[in-house]
């Protein structure tokens, strides 16, 4: 009796990712593909239509907006997300160990294992890595209109350099476990889990940290002595930088903002939100495909 072909791993490859090409040929050399391109804007509804087919596993190929477009598509259901890192930071694919040579990763997707991993949301939008309001997005637009002239790094370092001498300041407004909090504040960040705030490792995950949204809130108004004391700050280690001058840092499961904003930055992206913002941690609510060891 002739055995049937294995099934086929949808994989959705951003055509617009810098290693789209490369990524494409590693899909096609395991030959356990079924490759599409498709844009940004319809990777939700690709990734919807694929749960709807039956399948159990899905590749995305791109960055962290991309990976969570496609988690978003993917919450409530059992399907498991494996992950080809195709993007500049690619966090959470360093944060949960999975490969950036993509040969390699393209094994994990194969024949990994699946654990369930926490994401958050802003009014409805899941992001996995962080989100921010205030000077972040100012850094963002700032770095978007340099890139295409002169590269991404050399336009972070530009812009960056900018906030220092002209950091704009945010009234906002935070309730926090049925407590309002105001602000004049540059920049608030949120992360999901325990991030680290000790230098070197500033904004990565703790390792084995506690879960929830790490609220952190930058209380100084002038740019370089913002920076100055934030730093400061993170060099002491997270425990440490919710007693400082410098910024207030909280572990909480919800968050309510209400900036004068329309704006947000979302696991690096740009993206419009109508305020108030309400943040929400979601404990284990994806299967991500990682190394099984």
Known sequence: ????????????????????????????????????????????????????????????????GSIGAAAGALLGSHVELAILPSGTLNHLAKDLSIPLELHDAVRVALAGRAIAV???????????????????VTFVRARERLETKIGYNAASMIAGARLLF???????????????????TPLVFIGVNERELRIPTIGARVAHGRTGLHVMVVRQRSGARAVALALAAAARGVHAVSRTPAMDSFLVDSL?????????????????????????HVPGSLRIVVADR
Do not use: C
Not at 11 to 39: K, T
Not at 118 to 136: E, I, Q
């Open 166 to 184: 002209r950091l704009p300041i945010f009234r906002i407004s935070l309730l926090l476990q049925g407590v309002w909090r105001d602000y004049l």
């Open 118 to 136: 926490d994401t958050a949301s802003v009014n409805d939008r899941v992001f996995l890595n962080t989100s921010s309001v205030g000077a972040y």
């Open 1 to 64: 009796m002739l055995e049937s072909p294995p099934t086929l791993i949808p994989a959705f490859i951003n055509p617009l990712a810098g290693n789209a090409g490369a990524a494409r040929d590693a899909l096609r050399a395991a030959g356990r593909f079924e490759i599409r391109d498709v844009a940004p804007e319809a990777l939700a509804e690709q990734v919807r239509a694929a749960v709807k087919e039956g399948a159990s596993r899905i590749l995305v190929a791109g960055g962290d």
């Open 256 to 280: 309510r903002i209400e900036p004068r904003m329309h704006m947000a930055a979302i696991d690096g992206e740009l993206v419009n939100v109508d305020p108030p913002l309400e943040y929400r």
